[in-house]
Nanobody, 126 residues
Framework: QVQLVESGGGLVQAGGSLRLSCAAS????????MGWFLQAPGKEREFAAA????????YYADSVKDRFTISRDNAKNTVYLQMNRLKPEDTAVYFC???????????????????WGQGTQVTVSS
């Protein structure tokens, strides 16, 4: 129902910043809670950040809390991940995902994310 395309990844030195974008196409972007996930080399995908339909509610994994900020612009059908004070261990492919919500303005639970982007590579050098 929704197609997601991430962009903004790249190579950055430790301590630097990147802003990832996820552009959504399809109907009713605001009906989806959105999330960012990361998959580091040789590791399983893990949750990074989530945002509710309205953008009011956000939630972060401990590993990125206070460094990353998720936001969304429903008028632009876009969700962002501002990544600051990047560390080499942040190196991963970052995926955005959408969780359909009927009406609840809450974060998506892991099992609720049904639509995924292709990912964008973030590499943080020492």
């Amino acid at each position: 129902q929704v197609q997601l395309v991430e962009s903004g990844g790249g190579l950055v030195q430790a301590g630097g910043s990147l802003r990832l974008s996820c552009a959504a196409s399809g109907r009713s972007f605001s009906s989806y809670a959105m999330g960012w996930f990361l998959q580091a080399p040789g590791k399983e995908r893990e949750f990074a950040a989530a945002i509710s339909r309205s953008g009011i509610v956000t939630y972060y994994a401990d590993s990125v809390k206070d460094r990353f900020t998720i936001s969304r612009d429903n008028a632009k059908n876009t969700v962002y991940l501002q990544m600051n004070r990047l560390k080499p261990e942040d190196t991963a492919v970052y995926f955005c995902a959408a969780a359909p919500m009927t009406s609840d303005d809450r974060r998506g639970l892991p099992s609720e994310y049904r639509y995924w982007g292709q990912g964008t590579q973030v590499t943080v050098s020492s």
